[in-house]
């Protein structure tokens, strides 16, 4: 079945350092959604690419899709404190799957 | 805020037993999803919606079923609960099948004893 797979798992950085989460499909996708889970909070949605190749940004955050639309990268720009939480990539095939995840801990 | 309402917020029962838990979807959205996340876990995939009619499952136990109503609000009933059970289950909406962007409740933490 589809396997949608997220690295690293954890990383800390200190505020100010840059952040990448990498994501990984087994199988081509026809879009790729990115959620944010604050600690005790509920998975948010950020943004969605559909195109191969796409990039979109957002203020710090950058998000890429993959020219075989297979994988996605998130890239936080100079972290925050308030950048903290889980980062999920998505990715819909005859159901939505959610990547593993990657916890993201900015030290002040 | 994102819409989508979600009771109870938490529930705490014994090994066992047989709960209900409830989702009303955001205004205007016809998909309905369940996930169940477990302690520090990703989100698992239960089953999805769409318009009344299940439209995908993914490995939810047969312990547990669900239903969406005319109204579209769904159900999401576990029975014969084991410890293992204990998790937060998110139900999300969308306007959509799948493309679309989903809308998370806050979720309802389940704790079996």
């Known amino acids: 079945g589809q396997q949608v797979m997220q690295i690293p798992q954890y990383q800390h950085v200190q505020e100010g350092e840059d952040f990448t989460t990498y994501c990984n499909s087994s199988?081509?996708?026809?879009?790729i959604q990115w959620y944010k889970q604050r600690p005790g909070g509920h998975p948010v949605f950020l943004i969605q690419?559909?195109?191969?190749?796409e990039v979109k940004k957002q203020k710090r955050l950058t998000f890429q899709f993959g020219e075989a639309k297979k994988n996605s990268s998130l890239h936080i720009t100079a972290t925050q404190t308030t950048d903290v939480g889980t980062y999920f990539c998505?990715?819909?095939?005859?159901?939505?799957?959610f990547g593993t995840g990657t916890r993201l801990q900015v030290f002040p | 805020d994102s819409g989508v309402t979600q009771t109870p917020k938490h529930l705490i029962t014994a090994t066992g037993q047989r709960v209900t838990l409830r989702c009303s979807p955001r205004?205007?959205?016809?998909?309905v999803y369940w996930y169940q996340q477990s302690l520090d876990q990703g989100l698992q995939f239960l089953i999805q919606y769409y318009n009344g009619e299940e439209r995908a499952k993914g490995n939810i136990l047969e312990r547990f079923s669900a239903q969406q109503f005319p109204d579209l609000h769904s159900e999401l009933n576990l029975s014969s609960l084991e410890l293992g059970d204990s998790a937060l289950y998110f139900c999300?909406?969308?306007?959509?099948?799948?493309?679309?962007?989903?809308?998370f409740g806050n979720g309802t933490r389940l704790t079996v004893t």
């Open positions: 999300a909406s969308s306007v959509e099948d799948r493309l679309s962007p989903l809308h």
């Open positions: 205004s205007g959205d016809l998909s």
């Open positions: 998505a990715g819909p095939q005859d159901k939505l799957i």
């Open positions: 199988t081509t996708l026809s879009n």
């Open positions: 690419l559909v195109k191969s190749g």
